[in-house]
């Protein structure tokens, strides 16, 4: 599987913090819907309908899903609403705790003894000491501008944990592909099937030769605010490019062959992946990493997965909710 995007796995093997004890899950509250746009119920055409996927990521077969209405964020989450996640509750982060992140090379703002190598099979990845959500970049980085850019280095433990103190939860991969699609059928993006409509940059991807050129055509070098470019039919923002994003379903590449012998599916969950570490999630959207030259998967049907514990400066996330009577909080917006 081509990783440009984000390397695969914990970068734990190269260093490790002694840091403080990440801790326990934030306790669950009650149900918070701010912030959230309402997705109707339907049953829609799941997959890759243009065959461009890679075969390994499980893009196939189309199949049909049938969805209850939801509810999910209109962006993904920013530094803002994550930092007073962090300051009600004291969490550390799994970045945090191993003391060291991925960091794309181009965008690393940190000294050369804190550079400690390159991720495996992905050079371009640097293992940078003391990258965190906070300094997503590296120490000499931080999010002082970036309040309302999507959170990175951010876990789908993190993310999880969030989920619980905010009173959401991740969506399924079903539910963010239906909600990416924005009420479009068989579309290759959330906007259609041209990238740049009438020449006008529609999302936040690489533009130039991956991975040492970027022209930021788009006005982009890495994160995007969180409310760039244009919402979808929903109302959702940058459901493509930007960040990954994560999703509650276990990843398999053999996923949609399993369920296309019994479609329609209603609402379907990904395989069980119990507590070990090493069973990779759903990540969705791409980032402003991806290229068609070598990561095709800013499409709305494009797929990936890493390890529940892996971070890396473009990987983010948004949170949803069951449909239900609102019962809001006060709490942040994502």
Same mark, same amino acid.
């Given at each position: 599987m081509r990783q440009c995007c984000a390397p695969v796995g914990t970068i734990a093997p190269l260093h490790r913090d002694t840091g403080p004890a990440m801790p326990a899950r934030p306790r669950a509250t009650i149900r918070n819907t701010k912030g959230q746009v309402r997705i109707p119920g339907g049953t829609f @055409?799941?997959?890759d309908a243009f065959d461009e996927g890679y075969p390994q990521d499980g893009e196939r077969p189309v199949h049909d899903v049938r969805l209850d209405p939801f509810l999910i964020d209109a962006t993904t989450v920013t530094n803002t609403a994550f930092a007073t996640f962090v300051k009600e509750t004291g969490y550390v982060t799994d970045a945090e705790q191993l003391g060291a992140s991925a960091v794309f090379h181009l965008t690393a703002k940190a000294r050369s003894g804190d550079v400690l190598g390159h991720a495996p099979e992905t050079p371009w990845w640097l293992v940078v000491r003391g990258a965190t959500w906070r300094h997503p970049y590296g120490p000499l980085s931080s999010i002082g501008t970036l309040q309302h850019h999507p959170v990175v280095q951010v876990s789908w433990n993190d993310a999880v944990a969030y989920c619980a103190w905010a009173g959401k939860r991740l969506p399924t991969e079903a539910e963010w592909e239906y909600a &990416? %699609?924005?009420?479009?059928? %068989?579309?290759?993006? +959330?906007?259609g099937d041209d990238l740049t409509p009438r020449g006008h940059w529609q999302c936040n991807i690489w533009q130039g030769a991956f991975p040492h050129t970027n022209s930021q055509e788009d006005g982009h070098l890495a994160t995007a +605010?969180?409310? &760039?470019? $244009?919402?979808?039919?929903f109302g959702l923002w940058n459901t493509v490019g930007n960040v990954w994003e994560w999703c509650a379903d276990a990843f398999s590449a053999d996923t949609y062959a399993r369920r296309a012998a019994s479609e329609p599916v209603f609402d379907p969950r990904g395989p069980h992946a119990g507590s070990d570490q090493g069973t990779q999630r759903v990540m969705r959207g791409g980032s402003y990493l991806c290229h068609d030259s070598y990561c095709y998967r800013y499409r709305v049907a494009a $797929?990936? !997965?890493?390890?529940?514990? &892996?971070?890396? @400066?473009?990987?983010?996330? $948004?949170? @949803?909710?069951?449909?239900? +009577?609102?019962?809001? $909080? +006060? !709490?942040?917006s994502s």
């Open positions: @055409a799941m997959g &990416s %699609r924005g009420g479009r059928a %068989r579309g290759r993006y +959330p906007w +605010p969180a409310k &760039s470019f $244009r919402p979808n039919g $797929r990936s !997965g890493n390890t529940a514990d &892996s971070a890396t @400066a473009n990987i983010g996330f $948004r949170c @949803a909710n069951d449909l239900g +009577p609102p019962e809001v $909080r +006060p !709490g942040p």
